[in-house]
């Protein structure tokens, strides 16, 4: 059985400097193709509007989404679970008292507690901010997977400190985390991925460069973060590349032999 190659997208593969993903990327997951499963792990829906461009652009054979609360194969959606409402209730709740920006971005709208605080980092990150803010309550009438802090990463401890039952890693910006139940991961999310496909995750590749990338590393036989990864994230890596604007994902995949011995000397 193949093994898997799972990517993260933000920042692994797609360059949010040009919001492209680099020639060299996809030249890398067109000699992959076939030889392994390509698969697309992050905390996104990869099905919602702002997504799909990528997901179609890379053309995966599976997706973990949001975190792990999403798989799909192909058109086939083999495990999906949702936070509850009391659960999303609590956090916006929460957002609100201790003046943090808590929410969920769905489709084309951003639902969040306290928006002058994700207007103001999106300034510091992107030098504007271009948000269609909707009341975060109106969370309660949809189904919502994992939520999102936008911030300083002193909030994402307080987040913690009072839901014990979450983790918040950390984006590799440092400006934010993602928000999601223990026991739901990208690795646990490749796991049950592992398990429906009959591959041994020991034989699994994962790239990635946000905390919310660490155990999925962890898990599978050969870790790789990139060269702009967070450096917790470097250090517990079995392979540190070099940063995505540098061909980080193809000379990765050249160094570890991913190609074959015919062509892995090809420049990307």
Known sequence: MKPIISFDLDMTLLNHATMTIPDSALKALDKLRGKYYIVLGTARDMDTPNSIVYRDIVRPDAIIHSDGTKITVGDQLIYETFMSKE????????????????????????????PEQVEEIDRIRWGESRRNFVDPWKLLDYPVRTMIYVGYPEGASRIAEAFPELDCPLIASRLGADIMEREKSKAVGLKRLCDYLGVDIESCYAFGDSMNDYAILKEVGTGIAMGNAVEELKAMADYVTTDIADDGIYRACEHLGLFGETDSEEKP
């Open 87 to 114: 659960l999303v209730r609590r956090l916006i709740e929460f957002g609100e008292k201790e003046h943090l920006a808590i929410g969920a971005i769905t489709g084309t709208e951003d639902y969040f507690t306290n």
